[in-house]
């Protein structure tokens, strides 16, 4: 059963899913220029990286299955996470709710979109050093 929670949270700007049910491009707010990632490729991207977005806010993730987002205004959000072989990124957050997330090639650029359909150009990918 899908339930949306009511948080208004600025992760990324959307609200909290109990469930990830988006399966499909068609689910997407993708273009038909976009290149799908397979999981494998997504995960050599990102995995291990700190992830640098376009509106200011920035992804760790750990190769321990961690995950923490920090806005822009410095909010951090700790959830755990899991790439699945679509490219779909899925996060469990300690207090309960879950989302998921696509990333997408368009043209040169990574590109989050998350499951209200907003894109998200990554500005940078650097290793963590924490």
């Not at 397979?38 to 995950?67: F, H, K, W």
């Not at 959000?77 to 490219?87: E, T, V």
């Amino acid at each position: 059963m899908l339930r949306t929670f009511q948080i208004v949270v600025s992760v990324l700007g959307i609200s909290l899913l109990s469930a990830c049910n988006q399966t499909t491009g068609e689910d997407w707010n993708t273009q038909a220029s976009d290149v799908h990632l397979t999981g494998e490729e997504l995960g050599a991207l990102v995995v291990g990286n700190r992830i640098d977005y376009s509106d200011g806010g920035t992804s760790r993730i750990r190769p321990d299955g961690s995950y923490v987002y920090t806005s822009a205004e410095g909010q951090r959000f700790p959830a755990s996470y899991d790439i699945r072989s679509d490219g779909v990124v899925c996060l469990e957050f300690p207090a309960g709710g879950s989302r998921c997330d696509k990333f997408v090639k368009s043209g040169e650029q990574l590109v989050l979109i998350n499951q209200r359909g907003s894109r998200y150009t990554v500005t940078d990918i650097s290793p963590l050093q924490e």
